[in-house]
């Protein structure tokens, strides 16, 4: 294997702000979880979970090295092999995996859990990267479109049952990478309207609300093109479509969707307020964020983290902790270290010399991006409770295991660039 000078030719930039925001995520971590064991504990209590924390980040020492040293065109010859595994992982769950708290998201060994959707990201990154790498993909043509399509549903469509709605939602961000390597921009375009259609239907309760802002819409464009004939030709298509979509989301909103998941949208559109009950840990998460003020509380002084008020605390609402015992100023460090980690990938993507390199790093940008967006958006109450991790933070060895592999995977690839022509 090739691997001399890679000290050298790795970004060292990358790996620091990963190590910082690893230490950091440990420190809250600890913090979040005296609440249920008291002040008077060691931190190398490895029964706590702030112990099993410290235990997943040693091992991920190890796994940074074997992901290092493995030759970098090994990602990309196999990259299919890697993909196929990662879906018979998923497709095993119905049948060997274990159910905690209403999903069947985990393997387990022994006491130990393994959640294969945290590595299946990678896995797609590596199986998009590979087709779109290919000379003869031209996305504008609609068998390829349908073909990249299917590289991305496969794991949404196993990952949807488990329920796991946060995960299968990362993947949209998929999309933007597309755009970027040439899929036409009306993709995006749908994509939007899709949400704007959504989100009215639901904020409205009536479907021919939406249909009637349609219809002026619609009538305005029509009356303005000079392309009478066939503008009110796409118009009808168009009317059609968007009543068919609304109806739909009225049926799947009462008659899919579980309660849970109803009454957070409901919440989120100022529809219902209850604080004791599905809505009590936004509300909560927000008080403790609101306390901490400009310079926060101080560390481990959090009364809101250290009096247990908010559920989940360690997991998808870390950043709360952040809130309150670092405050303002806590939180716009973290941001700019997750900010800084998103610019600085898409800035090596760039300068890859191969553009299976290029796509997989914008793959990597864009699964942080939104890890991060959803998270503390949900964090803060502007998006509803999904279970979305913050990447490097919350507690979780799949999650930790996951993202490292996604990102140095990358560091690899990018310090290899040197042997590339």
């Known amino acids: 294997m090739k691997n001399q000078g890679i000290s050298q030719n790795i970004d060292w930039i990358s790996i620091i702000i990963f190590a910082v925001l690893v230490i950091m995520g440990w420190l809250n971590i600890y913090s979040s979880s005296l609440s249920s064991i008291g002040d008077d504990v060691s931190i190398f209590d490895f029964t706590q979970i702030y112990g099993k924390q410290m235990l997943f980040i040693l091992f991920t020492i ?36 274990k159910t905690i708290a209403g999903q069947r998201c985990w393997y387990a060994i ?12 990678a896995a797609t990154s590596l199986a998009l ?50 755009f970027r390597e040439g ?47 066939r503008n009110i030709i796409a118009s009808a298509i168009l009317l059609v479509m968007v009543s068919a979509f609304s109806f739909s989301v009225s049926y799947v909103f009462d008659n899919v969707f579980k309660q849970h998941h109803r009454d957070r949208f409901n919440i989120l559109l100022g529809k219902e307020v209850d604080m004791k009950g599905v809505g009590y840990n936004t509300n909560q998460s927000e008080i403790a964020i609101g306390s901490g003020g400009l ?6 002084e959090g009364t809101q983290t250290k009096g247990g008020f908010v559920p989940e605390q360690h997991t998808d609402y870390i950043f709360t902790t952040v809130g309150e015992e670092w405050g303002f100023l806590g939180c716009v460090i973290v ?52 279970g979305v991790p913050l990447p490097f933070f919350s507690y979780g060895g799949s999650g930790l295991w996951g993202f490292t592999i996604l990102l140095f995977i990358f560091l690899k690839m990018d310090a290899n660039k040197v042997n590339e022509w």
């Open 62 to 97: 190890p796994l940074i090295f074997i992901v290092l040293f493995v030759e970098a065109k090994f990602y990309e010859k196999f990259s299919i092999v890697i993909f196929a595994i990662s879906i018979l992982s998923l497709i095993g769950l119905f049948a060997f995996g």
């Open 110 to 121: 022994g006491s130990f859990t393994l959640q294969p959707s945290e590595f299946a990201k």
């Open 129 to 178: 990267a590979k087709y779109l790498s290919d000379v003869q993909i031209n996305l504008k043509e609609v068998n390829r479109q349908i073909q990249v399509l299917i590289i991305l549903f496969l794991p949404v469509m196993l990952i949807l049952p488990q329920p796991d709605p946060g995960s299968a939602l990362i993947y949209s961000v998929f999309f933007i990478v597309l």
């Open 183 to 229: 899929m036409p921009g009306w993709y995006l375009l749908t994509g939007f309207i899709a949400i704007l259609l959504f989100v009215l239907t639901l904020a409205t309760n009536n479907p021919f609300i939406v249909i009637g802002i349609a219809v002026v819409v619609l009538t305005i464009n029509y009356f303005r093109s000079r392309l009478v004939d």
């Open 295 to 300: 310079f926060g509380k101080g560390y481990l």
């Open 335 to 386: 941001i700019g270290l997750f900010v800084g980690l998103i610019l600085r990938i898409v800035y090596l993507a760039e300068r890859q010399k191969t553009k299976f390199s290029r796509v997989y790093g914008y793959c990597v940008a864009g699964i942080l991006f939104i890890h991060f967006f959803v998270n503390i958006a949900m964090v803060v109450g502007i998006f509803p409770t999904i």
